[in-house]
């Protein structure tokens, strides 16, 4: 089956500091979507990415997308403790024909103020 | 617009009970998941309906019915609860229309099984 490694599992970060978090596929990318997570709580989605070399920005965040590579990266800039939570990458199976996604085990990030 | 709920939020079992975590979404999606999340695991897919009346397994099945009652709502019922099955568990919705594809998921049921 498709696996997702996210890097860091975890990171701390002093407010104000910029950030990158990775994903990579062991298997061809279909699409790669991008969710955050809130302790205790459900998932948000911030962005998806299906195109090689794709960008996208949400607020102060912003991902991109290198088919090559298999690995997607989701850039914090100017980090706040707003931000802190966990980072969920996921990836389409089979093309997105079904819609299922496999997840990364996520990137803990603490922003301290 | 609720987008995807969830009842109950919070669950405690004792080996062997049964019950069912209800999903419900108001946003017309055709297909609806059901993932657990542990720690160190990650979300991982439990089943799926790509669209009202079907229902497929997703990696990690055993344990667990669903049925899809109409194409607002998408049960996951534990029928002999074990403590492995504790987990929280979360709803999603898949929109996907006008190029526009990803899934929204519920606020989740935190589910203890002793």
């Known amino acids: 089956s498709q696996e997702l490694e996210q890097s860091p599992q975890s990171l701390i970060v002093q407010e104000g500091k910029n950030l990158t978090i990775n994903c990579t596929s062991s298997?061809?990318?279909?699409?790669l979507y991008w969710y955050k997570q809130k302790y205790g709580e459900g998932l948000i989605f911030l962005m998806m990415?299906?195109?090689?070399?794709e960008e996208k920005s949400h607020e102060k965040i912003t991902a991109k997308l290198d088919e090559k590579k298999q690995q997607s990266s989701l850039h914090i800039t100017a980090s706040q403790p707003s931000h802190a939570g966990i980072y969920l990458c996921?990836?389409?199976?089979?093309?997105?024909?079904?819609?299922?996604?496999?997840f990364g085990k996520g990137t803990k990030l603490s922003v301290k103020p | 617009n609720a987008g995807v709920t969830q009842t109950p939020k919070f669950q405690v079992l004792k080996t062997g009970q049964s019950m069912t975590l209800q999903c419900a979404q108001d946003?017309?999606?055709?297909?609806m998941y059901w993932y657990r999340q542990d720690p160190g695991m990650g979300l991982r897919l439990i089943y799926y309906?790509?669209?009202?009346?079907?229902?497929d397994k997703g990696e990690v099945p055993n344990g667990y019915n669903v049925s899809r009652l109409n194409k607002r709502e998408f049960s996951l019922r534990l029928e002999s609860a074990a403590p492995s099955q504790t987990s929280v568990y979360f709803c999603?919705?898949?929109?996907?229309?006008?190029?526009?594809?990803?899934?929204?998921f519920g606020p989740g049921t935190r589910l203890t099984v002793l």
């Open positions: 999603a919705s898949r929109a996907l229309a006008g190029g526009v594809d990803t899934q929204y």
């Open positions: 298997k061809t990318l279909y699409g």
């Open positions: 990415l299906q195109k090689g070399g």
């Open positions: 996921g990836a389409a199976h089979y093309g997105g024909s079904q819609g299922n996604l496999i």
């Open positions: 946003m017309n999606h055709n297909s």
């Open positions: 309906s790509a669209s009202e009346g079907t229902t």
